[in-house]
């Protein structure tokens, strides 16, 4: 993608923005490749120029016809921000699960007693797929009130084929709401059904002989994804789902390392995954698997802080191989069940010490390479989608220094006002 036009053709433009700071956030740029004093203009939906205020100066833009002029008069200009790991459709809560681990027991111990993903499966089941789309809206209205205008939704809380379909089809409503995408991951390798107990091999078998092929033959799923570990499934049982993803054509991503070194992000590095995410536990061969292939590294404060843990993410590893590292909510029931992406700026940086340009990329360009969709959305460039945030602030690090006070103003999904 091309930052910058030589020539403005105002003729050509139905909307333009001036007077604006922009934080382009191109990729493999150490910065925000920033343009002070700029202007951004679209057309169709997409970007069709940006550059500075003094490239117009010889142009009357009140007269051109038709032209859409939007004075931005000093505040900054970002791309429509991206939450690429997200677990928003769910029924129930677990908020007794909470006060059980403030009294001591593990995150392990809570789901071996029959809570955490299981007793959310319960709920979830009992839902309608009414109810999962009334509880899941507000969670996605808290994110996009805070500039997200892409998210992931992951299904994972049904763990059979019928409740598996319903999440996505809850996920795919969401994505009919006014200024957003949403991309769905079919994630029915979350954890074990009770039905399935002593019996991992042959819920694999499901998964891969009904409730991928339905998904597939339903196009509800732009991923699939495993939770390869020991609390979810082991290195082969992952392979084998992999393997059927792969036969449907869906691209791949993993829930991998978070709790001990299986070698999920190895494993998924030889499928070409798009993403490895949490990866408090990563090891070196994990880091430059994910090089050689080109993943995304998907870094999840809220679960972090959330759980108490203690083990970072081998954040000055994944930085010196030159991993993109993504940033998300992990918005969910048991385990992050936080809905604000600008929080997560912030944790990004206090806890996992990211750089605040770090921290941003992880919610534009590189949360949408988690995706798979970095050549539509994620920066500001000519030719991509004219998905914009505005923020009333004064530099861009404000947005990981201060929480609490939402400075967003207004947002723009291909290139049409939704807030």
Not at 177 to 200: I, M, S, Y
Not at 285 to 313: N, S
Request: net charge negative; charged share 20%.
């Amino acid at each position: 993608m091309s930052s910058t036009i030589s020539q403005p053709s105002p003729q050509n433009w139905q909307t333009v923005f001036i007077n604006a700071n922009i934080a382009t956030m191109k990729s493999g740029s150490e910065s925000y490749s920033a343009i002070e004093n700029g202007a951004l203009a679209v057309n169709a939906g997409k970007i069709v120029w940006i550059g500075a205020m003094d490239d117009l100066s010889e142009i009357n833009l009140q007269d051109v016809v038709g032209i859409d002029v939007v004075d931005i008069a000093g505040q900054w200009l970002l791309p429509g921000l991206v939450d690429c790991h997200t677990h928003i459709v769910y029924g129930g809560h677990r908020a007794n699960e909470f006060e059980l681990r403030l009294q001591g027991a593990s995150y392990e111990e809570v789901a071996k007693a029959g809570g955490g993903i299981v007793s959310t499966v319960k709920a979830t089941r009992a839902a309608s797929e009414q109810q999962l789309f009334d509880s899941a809206l507000p969670r996605l209205k808290a994110l996009q009130s805070e500039g997200v205008t892409t998210i992931e939704v992951k299904s994972g809380y049904g763990l059979d084929t019928e409740t598996e379909l319903k999440m996505l089809r809850v996920a795919k409503r969401l994505g009919e709401q006014p200024g957003v995408e949403v991309r769905k991951t079919f994630l029915g390798a979350h954890a074990l059904p009770v039905e399935f107990a002593d019996n991992a091999d042959g819920y694999i078998d499901l998964v891969c002989n009904e409730m991928l092929p339905a998904v597939a033959d339903a196009k509800l799923a732009d991923a699939v994804d495993v939770f390869c570990e020991g609390i979810g499934f082991d290195i082969a049982q992952t392979e084998r789902v992999f393997q059927a993803a792969k036969q449907h054509d869906i691209a791949i991503k993993v829930h991998a390392e978070q709790l001990s070194d299986l070698g999920g992000t190895e494993l998924a590095a030889k499928y070409q995954a798009l993403s490895s995410d949490h990866l408090e536990y990563l090891s070196e061969d994990g880091i430059k698997a994910m090089h050689q292939a080109d993943m995304a590294a998907v870094l999840l404060p809220g679960a972090f802080y959330f759980l108490r843990e203690t083990k970072l993410p081998p954040i000055d590893q994944l930085r010196e191989q030159g991993v993109a590292m993504a940033l998300a909510t992990d918005a969910n029931p048991g385990s992050s069940p936080i809905h604000s992406i600008q929080l997560m700026l912030n944790m990004a940086c206090t806890l996992f010490r990211l750089t605040p340009v770090e921290a941003i990329a992880g919610v534009t360009i590189h949360g949408a390479k988690a995706l798979g969709v970095d050549d539509k959305v994620g920066s500001l460039e000519v030719g991509k989608q004219a998905d914009i945030t505005v923020f009333n602030i004064e530099q861009v690090a404000q947005l990981c220094y201060q929480y609490g006070v939402n400075p967003l103003t207004a947002v723009y999904k291909a290139g049409e006002k939704v807030a």
